[in-house]
């Protein structure tokens, strides 16, 4: 009964290259979340995703970031020529879609740690 | 926007010892959720509070709704090195699930 899996743990870029993250969401659950933590801080909201659409991308940057959750395969979280202000956890959560918005349980990955150099 | 304050931001402990931290915010929520994250792992959820004035255990956890809606407290009680990791609260804004969090407690065990 695998959990919500994201790879790589540790994913290191220069400045200017891709960075690819990728999340396989818990069994049977449809809907993934992405969430960015800087050091000492909180979770913040990037963006939310069902199958083959994106439902909220408020949290996503305007440039270089981009998700998609395709019918078939993981979710990815793309950043195109990354820089270090880049540098961060990346989570990955799932949930079933079946709750309320207000009461929906969101299970999280490991996370990705990108370091940009 | 709408903030959370979460208090303390760090504490230090002995084993046995009890701990209560609390969040406040400035809007009114319907649902507060406390989460554990320890060193190099994702949030896990530790208590999901859905009514103004609920308490709610979970092990040696135990967490309340305030009244006012605006705030939350989390008290673990004869603590172990295990309770060691940060202790985040969360709401939910707007209609999208989206999951605004506080800068969280960190909490050490010394045993």
């Known amino acids: 009964n695998a959990g919500v899996m994201q790879n790589p743990r540790h994913l290191v870029r220069r400045r200017g290259q891709e960075a690819r993250l990728r999340c396989s969401p818990m069994?049977?659950?449809?809907?993934v979340y992405w969430y960015r933590q800087l050091p000492e801080e909180g979770l913040k909201f990037m963006v939310y995703?069902?199958?083959?659409?994106?439902?909220?991308e408020s949290g996503m940057p305007k440039e270089r970031f981009s998700a998609e959750f395709p019918k078939e395969g993981p979710s990815i979280l793309r950043i195109q020529q990354v820089v270090r202000g880049d540098s961060a956890a990346y989570f990955c959560?799932?949930?079933?879609?079946?709750?309320?918005?207000?009461?929906?349980?969101?299970?999280f990955g490991s996370g990705t740690q990108l370091s940009v150099l | 926007g709408q903030q959370l304050n979460q208090s303390p931001q760090s504490m230090f402990i002995q084993e046995g010892e009890d701990v209560s931290m609390n969040c406040t915010s400035s809007?009114?929520?319907?649902?507060w959720l406390w989460y554990k994250q320890d060193p190099g792992e994702g949030p896990v959820l530790l208590i999901a509070?859905?009514?103004a004035g609920e308490l709610t255990s979970n092990g040696r956890l135990t967490a309340q709704f305030g009244i006012t809606r605006k705030d939350s407290f989390l008290n673990i009680s004869a603590s172990i090195p295990s309770d060691v990791g940060i202790y985040f609260c969360?709401?939910?804004?707007?209609?999208?699930?989206?999951?605004?969090w506080g800068l969280g407690t960190s909490l050490a065990v010394n045993p």
């Open positions: 995703l069902q199958k083959e659409n994106i439902i909220d």
């Open positions: 069994k049977g659950h449809s809907h």
């Open positions: 509070l859905y009514k």
């Open positions: 809007s009114i929520f319907n649902t």
């Open positions: 969360a709401f939910y804004a707007g209609n999208n699930r989206k999951l605004i």
């Open positions: 959560a799932s949930s079933p879609g079946t709750g309320s918005s207000g009461n929906e349980k969101l299970f």
